[in-house]
């Protein structure tokens, strides 16, 4: 860094966010305040827990900020007598108003899980995954009023491959985030980066994962659900319903060449895996199931405890 310190303000809230706090800090920059959202209620007690964020921020000893929203007088106020040169956004989640982004001298810069403008929107990873994207990775953006259209500072790329689940490339774009942030910064400070505009084509959004969706539909393609099963590994977890329970899917593998059954027929093949019976006249071998409030076991293990008829039926009965 051949320059004073940045006078930084971070906002971010889950582990994901959590090497690029310490990336920066590790940097020699003045960490001004770190923005979080307000502790939610977690566990059987229902108790407040700070996000991933605020507990390492307060380890640093950092002053950490916990608004319900920016849009208010007193929040912006509070934002001006901070006066960054500049904001790091990284997983955040909240939108920031105009006036914040027009506030520090160098603006806001936000690191997002994507290749944009490929996946703008709150869940990149995810959708990258289910899509079944032979590549993803992390842009550095500088931030503007419309959701994640900002011009490119710097990305890089990561190849996804057939093994890779949600939490596996999480955690590698984590990484790569919390690699790039410093020296995107340094850039843009000495004026050695061209922002470069995103493309207006090509733009898909990474909606929210809603609860519905992580229900297996034996309708679709083996592979169509192994997509699923692997993007929403481990949480919230792609499950299907059987007597009353919903049971995880977490691993699995392809099978071909069987003899057509009746979609939702499930048998075990000795050795490999528990078969079901796909859309497309497609089987998916799973190798590691979790029932509700278990861990997570692996086949062998889990059909010593449990076993299922012939048939898994196609939609969710009552749940308990």
Known sequence: MNFAPLRVVFMGTPKFSVPSLEAIINAG??????YTQPPSRY???KLKQPTDIAKVAHNFGLDVKEPNSLRTPECYQEFIRLDPDIAVVVAYGQILPPEFLNHPKF?????HASLLPRWRGAAPIQRAIMAGDSSTGITIMQMTDKLDAGAILASHAVKINDQMNFEDLHNRLSLLA????PKTIDGLVMNKIDAVPQSSSNVTYAHKIIKTEA???WELSAKEILLKVRALNPTPGAWFAYKGERIKVLNGYLEYNHNSKEIG???ELPGKGLCVMCGENSVLVITQLQRAGK???DIDV???????EDKLPLKCQDIN
């Open 43 to 45: 566990g059987r007690g």
């Open 178 to 181: 919390a690699d790039l942030l």
């Open 295 to 297: 861990k997570p076991l």
């Open 107 to 111: 603006g806001c810069v936000n690191a």
């Open 29 to 34: 920059h003045d960490i001004l305040a770190v």
């Open 265 to 267: 027929s499930i048998w």
């Open 215 to 217: 229900e297996i539909d």
């Open 302 to 308: 889990f059909l010593r405890g449990m076993r299922f």
